[in-house]
C-alpha cells in the first residue's frame, strides 16, 4: 500500500453539475499531482501543488481547479461538467527533492457524467 | 509536439521466459524515464527510474535500458511469472528543477501465460 488515499472511489454526475474530488498524500511527501486517465489511455497531467501552490499545468481548460491544505491534502475541482470528463482521476504524491522523483498513486475516483 | 508510443497491442509470452517492452519518444529531451505497472482499476505503481546519463538500471527480475540517441527505453522483466500481467507504463519528464510534468504513454498490456 502506497498510503495516498482518494475519495470518493465512484461518481455519478450530470452534464454541467460540478464535482470535488480529494486526496489524502503519502506521509512526508509535499507535492500533489493529478492525472485523467481515459480508458485504455496513460494518465494525463492536470496541474501539480508544491507547498499549497500550483507548481504546473497541462493542457486543461480553467474549469479544472485545485487546491493543496497545509497538510499536504488536496482537492480537484472540475466545474460545468462534460461527458468527455469522464474518467478515472488519479492523485499521485511525491517528495519534491533533488533525485527524489518516484511518484505513489493513489487508487483513483472513478468519475461518470451523463 | 511530444509523442510516447509503446505497443498498443497486448503483449502474450510464456511464463519463464523474457517479457521485452518498448517505449519510444520524438520531440522530446527527458532527464529522466520511469516504468510503472498498473492492475485493472489501480492506480500505478512506480517501478523503476533510469537518468538520461544512464545506460541501464536493475531491480530483481527486472531491467531498463535508456538510449537517448534512438530516443528509446527498453523494459525487461526475466523469468516472468503470471502475476506480472499487468499494463506497463513508460513516463518521461524534463529536468525542470522543482516541476516535476510527467507524460505517460498509452501503455503495453503483458499477459503470462502458465
Known amino acids: 500500500e502506497t498510503g495516498v488515499t482518494q475519495s470518493p472511489t465512484h461518481l455519478i454526475k450530470t452534464r454541467g453539475q460540478q464535482v470535488t474530488l480529494r486526496c489524502s498524500s503519502q506521509s512526508g511527501h509535499n507535492t500533489v499531482s493529478w492525472y485523467q486517465q481515459a480508458l485504455g489511455q496513460g494518465p494525463q497531467f492536470i496541474f501539480q501543488?508544491?507547498?499549497?501552490?500550483?507548481?504546473g499545468r497541462g493542457n486543461f481548460p480553467p474549469r479544472f481547479s485545485g487546491l493543496q491544505f497545509p497538510n499536504y491534502s488536496s482537492e480537484l475541482n472540475v466545474n460545468a461538467l462534460e461527458l468527455d470528463d469522464s474518467a478515472l482521476y488519479l492523485c499521485?504524491?511525491?517528495?519534491?527533492?533533488?533525485?527524489?522523483?518516484?511518484?505513489?498513486f493513489g487508487p483513483g475516483t472513478r468519475l461518470t457524467v451523463t | 509536439s511530444q509523442k510516447i508510443e509503446q505497443n498498443s497491442e497486448a503483449l502474450n509470452i510464456q511464463e519463464g521466459k523474457t517479457a521485452t517492452l518498448t517505449c519510444n519518444y520524438t520531440?522530446?529531451?527527458?532527464?529522466?524515464l520511469q516504468w510503472y505497472r498498473q492492475d485493472p482499476g489501480r492506480g500505478p505503481v512506480f517501478l523503476l527510474l533510469i537518468r538520461e546519463n544512464e545506460k541501464e538500471k536493475r531491480k530483481e527480475r527486472l531491467k531498463v535500458t535508456f538510449d537517448t540517441t534512438l530516443k528509446q527505453s527498453l523494459f525487461h522483466i526475466t523469468a516472468s511469472q503470471p502475476a506480472d500481467s499487468a499494463t506497463y507504463l513508460c513516463a518521461l519528464a524534463p529536468d525542470s528543477g522543482g516541476y516535476q510534468k510527467v507524460t505517460f504513454g498509452t501503455g503495453t498490456k503483458l499477459q503470462v501465460i502458465p
Open positions: 520531440n522530446y529531451s527527458p532527464a529522466y
Open positions: 501543488y508544491y507547498r499549497e501552490e500550483e507548481n
Open positions: 499521485a504524491s511525491s517528495l519534491n527533492d533533488r533525485g527524489t522523483y518516484e511518484q505513489y
